[in-house]
């Protein structure tokens, strides 16, 4: 056998990131060219991919973290795949085009993933550094979670949006008793508009979870042993505290991308095509991307990124991501909301509202120059896929406005 007679090596291909977008992206990438590279996945955390958004569930008690496992290992093993579990990428070094982990140990790229995820916010509040006080974003932060409800009564949760009211359910069904505390005058406000936000809150009341709306939190109390006790708004109210949870938004994890001099602005700057506006080698997508100006929290669109990036990366690309048109749901057991686009109007829009509060139904369009904008529900939300598709297409809704408040069934009739 001579030299020429040796396949010739595949480029290399190294993820950092081992979570829901770098892996979809893998995957979407293994479907259409699973011969192109040799490839490497560095993990920060102990665990194979996992489905973050089911770490709800997790914390409720309704599913257990072996039932949220995406890839387990023997898949990476199944693709010829070399996983760095638990190691940290400190470093890209882009002139020798090398990532560096936290081990010393090195990777070398002809192509690099960057998909790091965020890191929850911790807002500057004094106490916060005290023991009983955490963020949710990892099966890490979610055992502890389970652990402090076993032994520890009172938990507050500050931030009243999606993750901090899964937060509020999951403790409370762990037996903890449970308040919110939250800016805004209603739970959900950048998702739901004032008559949903009052009903959420009304079933999470019936249910046995306090409120403390428009609060503002000023400081977290310890104990002699440093542990948290009690939480101080700034009226001078205290209410006592044994957990405290923040769930006060996200930050795009760019601090590895911003020292190897990619352009970042609240995320790391990409083209359509996913590749850092900086080098074209380098790619990023998942929340740690800033795309359009837009950085995403959600798995939707993150997904959406990955199917485009793939196509790149498998050098058969002609798509482009353009954006995306997000919605959201609430994980919480027997209650459904959903809500898409603006859904709080302004000038020029109109709404078409149904409302049966006995029933525990609300429903609310938005409209703008004869298209639909936005969609709020609650109670009912079997038609939340089609207005977000009716948004999507900006299809003209004059000729089914009749049937719009009743869905798509209703035009048929
Ligand atoms: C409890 C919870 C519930 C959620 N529920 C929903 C929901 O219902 N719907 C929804 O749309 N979204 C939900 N989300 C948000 C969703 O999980 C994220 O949008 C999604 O996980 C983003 O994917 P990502 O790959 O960008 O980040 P991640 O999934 O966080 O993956 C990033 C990974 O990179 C690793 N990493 C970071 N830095 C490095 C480094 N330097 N070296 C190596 N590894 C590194 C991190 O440890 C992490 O494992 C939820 C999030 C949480 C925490």
């Not at 990409?270 to 998942?286: F, K, N, W």
Request: one cysteine or more; proline letters at 5%; glycine letters at 10%.
């Amino acid at each position: 056998m001579t030299r020429d007679d040796l396949p010739a090596p595949r480029p290399r291909l190294v993820l950092v990131g081992n979570g829901m977008a770098g892996m979809r992206t893998l995957e979407e990438l293994l479907k259409i060219a699973p011969e192109r590279y040799d490839i490497t996945v560095f993990g920060a955390e102990p665990h194979p991919n996992y489905n973050r958004i089911m770490l709800s569930p997790v914390l409720a008690g309704e599913q257990t973290i072996e039932q949220i496992v995406l890839h387990p290992l023997d898949w990476y093993a199944r693709h010829g795949i070399t996983l760095h579990l638990d190691r940290k990428v400190e470093r890209i070094d882009r002139v020798r085009r090398v990532v560096v982990a936290d081990d010393g140990s090195e990777a070398p790229y002809e192509r690099l993933l960057i998909a790091t995820g965020s890191t929850p916010f911790m807002p500057p509040i004094p106490g916060r550094a005290l023991d009983g006080v955490l963020a949710w974003r990892n099966i890490a932060d979610t055992q502890a979670m389970i652990e402090a409800a076993r032994t520890r009564h009172h938990a507050v949760v500050i931030g009243g949006g999606v993750l901090g009211l899964e937060a509020a359910n999951g403790l409370s069904q762990r037996g903890m008793s449970v308040s919110v505390v939250h800016l805004a005058a209603w739970p959900m406000d950048r998702q739901l508009d004032a008559a949903a936000g009052a009903l959420l809150q009304a079933e999470l009341e019936r249910r046995g979870l306090r409120f403390e709306l428009g609060a503002q939190t000023e400081a977290l109390l310890g104990d002699e042993q440093g542990r948290v006790r009690a939480v101080r708004f700034q009226d001078g109210r205290e209410i006592p505290a044994d957990l405290v949870v923040m769930a006060a938004g996200i930050r795009p994890n760019t601090a590895l991308a911003e020292a190897a001099g990619l352009r970042c602005e609240r995320g790391i700057v990409v083209h359509d095509t996913l590749q850092s506006v900086t080098d074209p080698r380098i790619y990023a997508v998942g929340e740690c991307a800033a795309h359009r100006g837009i950085a995403y929290g959600l798995v939707a669109p993150v997904f959406e990124q990955g199917r485009v990036c793939a196509t790149h990366l498998a050098e058969s690309g002609i798509g482009r991501y353009v954006g995306s048109q997000v919605s959201t749901q609430l994980k919480v057991s027997g209650i459904a909301l959903y809500s898409a686009g603006n859904f709080t109007g302004g000038d020029d829009h109109e709404e078409i509202v149904l409302k049966d509060p006995a029933a525990g139904v609300y429903r609310k369009l938005v409209l703008h120059r004869d298209k639909l904008v936005g969609a709020c529900l609650y109670g009912d939300t079997s038609e939340g896929a089609w207005y977000l598709q009716l948004i999507r297409e900006g299809r003209d809704v004059r000729g089914i406005r009749h049937a719009l408040m009743f869905g798509a069934a209703a035009l048929a009739s």
